[in-house]
C-alpha cells in the first residue's frame, strides 16, 4: 500500500514560482526502488503527464509544455518528491498529483498510485 500526500499548492502570479512537495509512504513498496512523477488535471481536461524522476534522481522527463520551466526532485531518505515550478502562467492552472509508480524507470502508464492532488492557481 503507497499512501502519496502533496502540499505546497496555492495562488500564484503569472511569472512566479510555487514548490510542491510529495511525502509518500508506503509498505510493501520500497520508495527508493521506484520511479516518481507528478500529473495535472484541468477543468474540463483529462489528467495529463507533468513530469517525472526514476528511482536514482538521475533520470528525469518532462511534457513539452513544462520543459525548461519544472523541475522534479527527490530525496530518497526522506521519502519525499517535488516539483519546483518557475515562470507560471494561466495554462498551468490544474490540481496537481503525485504518482508513485511500479518500475524504476520513468514510464507514463506504469504509474499506479496516486494521492490526492493539490490545486494551483495562477492568475493573470
Known amino acids: 500500500q503507497v499512501q502519496l500526500v502533496e502540499s505546497g499548492g496555492g495562488l500564484v502570479q503569472a511569472g512566479g514560482s510555487l514548490r510542491l512537495s510529495c511525502a509518500a509512504s508506503?509498505?510493501?513498496?520500497?520508495?527508493?526502488?521506484?520511479?516518481m512523477g507528478w500529473f495535472r488535471q484541468a477543468p474540463g481536461k483529462e489528467r495529463e503527464f507533468v513530469g517525472g524522476i526514476n528511482w536514482s534522481g538521475g533520470t528525469t522527463r518532462y511534457a513539452d509544455s513544462v520543459k525548461g520551466r519544472f523541475t522534479v526532485s527527490r530525496d530518497n531518505a526522506k521519502n519525499m518528491v517535488y516539483l519546483h515550478m518557475d515562470s507560471l502562467k494561466p495554462e498551468d492552472t490544474a490540481v496537481y498529483y503525485c504518482?508513485?509508480?511500479?518500475?524504476?524507470?520513468?514510464?507514463?502508464?506504469?504509474?499506479?498510485?496516486w494521492g490526492q492532488g493539490t490545486r494551483v492557481i495562477v492568475s493573470s
Open positions: 504518482a508513485a509508480s511500479k518500475a524504476p524507470t520513468v514510464v507514463t502508464d506504469f504509474f499506479d498510485r
Open positions: 508506503a509498505s510493501g513498496r520500497t520508495f527508493s526502488y521506484y520511479a
